[in-house]
Nanobody, 123 residues
Framework: QLQLVESGGGLVQPGGSLRLSCSAS????????IAWFRQAPGKDQEGVSC????????WYADAVRGRFTTSRDNAKNTWYLEIDNVKPEDTANYSC????????????????WGQGTQVTVSS
């Protein structure tokens, strides 16, 4: 059974950085996508980034491009979302998800989800 566990959230000051981790077990083979989503209070969930397990290609939402970096450590079955120059609008619950079914990770269907980790940006 595929399981995803996020960690690394917390309270961070504006302008700071943090790295979220997504550890996976039970992954189906080597061809899948890992995506990061976030949901801020009172707002819809939005996809912020994703990465292909096979070739490492990444995608970023316009709102975060240049500040967010997605990476992977396949040997550890762990993916990372590094957030630089954090802003108050980055406050949200961040979840990672695993999926596939499309040529690009930004178009994939994500069926497996972690429980999320809260990021709060405040001075």
């Amino acid at each position: 059974q595929l399981q995803l566990v996020e960690s690394g959230g917390g309270l961070v000051q504006p302008g700071g950085s943090l790295r979220l981790s997504c550890s996976a077990s039970g992954l189906p083979g080597e061809d899948y996508f890992i995506a990061w989503f976030r949901q801020a209070p009172g707002k819809d969930q939005e996809g912020v980034s994703c990465i292909s397990s096979s070739d490492g290609r990444t995608w970023y939402a316009d709102a975060v491009r240049g500040r967010f970096t997605t990476s992977r450590d396949n040997a550890k079955n762990t993916w990372y979302l590094e957030i630089d120059n954090v802003k108050p609008e980055d406050t949200a619950n961040y979840s990672c998800a695993a999926g596939g079914g499309a040529p690009r990770c930004s178009e994939a269907t994500y069926a497996y989800w972690g429980q999320g980790t809260q990021v709060t940006v405040s001075s």
